[in-house]
């Protein structure tokens, strides 16, 4: 699984959690639009720690920044990555 893929699964879950099965876009807000909160918000925070090594201690934590699955793979480094979706 690709890494763009890797962050759509892992969005997925957490509406999934929320009961929200309404399909996202990669340019859909998802924090500012209320469809995940500022919880969820630490948890891909992590989870970008995590998998992708991106450090928030060097960047900073900006909910607008992680708001579309476009803007976090911006911030992982992953934009110019195969992001297709199949």
């Known amino acids: 699984m690709n890494p763009a893929d890797q962050i759509r699964n892992f969005i997925q ?3 999934n959690r929320r009961r929200d099965k ?3 876009a990669d340019d ?4 500012l639009s209320g469809r995940l909160s500022s919880v969820e918000a630490v948890e891909i925070g992590v989870f970008l720690e995590e998998k992708f090594g991106v450090d ?6 900006d909910q607008a920044k992680i708001d579309t699955v476009d803007q976090i793979l ?10 297709s979706r199949n």
């Not at 859909?28 to 924090?31: I, K, Q, T």
């Not at 928030?56 to 934590?61: L, Q, V, W």
């Open 28 to 31: 859909s807000s998802l924090l």
């Open 74 to 83: 911006a911030l992982a480094g992953l934009a110019n990555t195969d992001v």
């Open 13 to 15: 879950g957490l509406l």
């Open 56 to 61: 928030f201690a060097d960047i900073g934590f």
């Open 22 to 24: 309404k399909p996202f």
